[in-house]
């Protein structure tokens, strides 16, 4: 073990430029996401086959593939098309493709949204009937139903498996190392591993790092359910 | 006590076994994403000079060869880990690397050219390449030539997990340029259609500093009868016209080198 190599200030450097990139990677594509969700599974609980099947299809692609083929579509294979190729310096549309941290962040963004989508979806459909009942025998309307009860019952009660999902998206940022020009976290391990064959060194430091990064967001989101889901919890003596 | 004393009889009975090992079986560690070197038949088979020397230094050892495919930056580890146990994939020998892994002599030495689009911005360099990017091959002798040297004039270095990659986006316009072997980048970009246009700039690239002194193979520290063994093969094999008869299967001059 030379864990001496990991501390030059060099490859400290390293891999905090890496930490920077990783949480950019996660904070614009977990907010994002999470934006795009709620309009999203309102769409998805929709009793019109119209509005809720595109949605459905969507949740279901992106479900249904892994991560990494969705950032080698997005990275490798947009920029493969003769169209793209040709016009990307010109039309403003396919202009951001040519930049490795935007097309991360699509591939990113598109599949956390797909996951809040359905859970969010599910916790809609999970709201208490005598909740919604009393509501419209307040006389609020259908969206206001939606906008005033079940989406913020819905959002709250969302908040546990929400944690996992950010937490997985954390650490499906490291697929962000196999688009080149992008150094994360384990891209920056990469780097040591292959500048001076310390495999073990490399790793273990950034399994830390996650590992540190992970407990962080346990904390928050801990600390977010304790305010948002206090009538949730059981009472104490 | 005993068992320590156990296990220390157990381990010399094996490291024994170990020294007294005949090489029946080389397996052979290669990335195969660099044409003409070391790349794969459509049917997916290893081929290319790499894979020749290797299959004529077998034959001259009464040994098999077992191909192991590796990516690039994982070689020295993979070689150290016993996954394989030896590397010919266009090794380079250098100082950094000798001090993880042991190299023969060198079996062909051909220099790196810096690629660009001809007829464009780009006409000395370094200097030109102030803002452009270059893509090279991650943990590759290129990468520290284009750290050491290029960074420093202002040229954005983009490290890739294999060479046919970087192709891709050249291709696709990502990338202004790239560091690499000669041979292997006329083989496997300039002469296909997608290097039309393209071209070498500036003058040929061999400092001994980031090059090191050609193309070795690479065994573990431990296994120096493997590396005696080889380097008596890499001898036989030039001497016999073997070297000479694969090196024109590939290339119309001698790759052997200064």
Known sequence: ?237 | MKKTALFGAIALALSVAASAKEWKEIRVGIDATYKPFTYKTPDGKPTGFDVDIANALCAELKAKCVFVEQAWDGMIPGLNAKKYDAIVSSMSITEERKRAVDFTGKYYNTPSRIVVKLGGAIKNVPADLKGKKIGVLKGSTQEKYAKGELEGAGAVVVPYEAQDQVYLDIKSGRLDGTVADSVEVYEGFLKTADGKGWGFVGPVLNEPKYFGEGAGIAVRKSDQDLKAALNKAIGTIRANGTWKKINDKYFNFEVWGK
């Open chain 1, 1 to 237: 073990m030379q864990f001496d190599v990991i501390f030059e200030p060099a490859t400290l450097k390293l891999f905090w430029q890496g930490i920077l990139v990783s949480l950019k990677l996660l904070v614009i594509s977990v907010s994002i996401g999470a934006l795009l969700s709620i309009p999203l599974a309102v769409l998805r609980v929709s009793r019109n086959k119209w509005l809720s099947t595109p949605v459905w299809l969507y949740t279901y692609v992106m479900r249904g593939t892994p991560m990494l083929i969705q950032v080698y579509l997005i990275y490798y294979g947009v920029a493969q098309l003769d169209i793209v190729q040709a016009n990307w310096d010109t039309v403003a549309l396919f202009k951001p493709f040519k930049d490795a941290l935007f097309c991360c962040v699509l591939a990113f963004t598109l599949n956390t949204c797909a996951y809040t989508t359905e859970m969010l979806a599910g916790a809609i459909r999970d709201t208490n009937h005598g909740e919604v009942e009393a509501a419209k025998a307040m006389g609020m309307s259908k969206w206001q139903v939606m906008r005033r009860i079940v989406l913020p019952s819905a959002l709250r009660r969302t908040l546990p498996s929400y944690s996992n999902e950010v937490i997985m998206m954390l650490h499906g940022t490291s697929l962000a190392s196999t688009v080149p020009a992008l150094m994360d976290i384990t891209g920056a391990a990469r780097s040591v591993y292959s500048d001076y064959y310390l495999p073990f060194e490399a790793f273990i430091t950034a399994g830390a790092i996650y590992l540190v990064l992970t407990f962080t967001l346990v904390g928050l989101f801990k600390l977010a359910e304790r305010r948002w889901l206090a009538y949730l919890q059981p009472r104490k003596a």
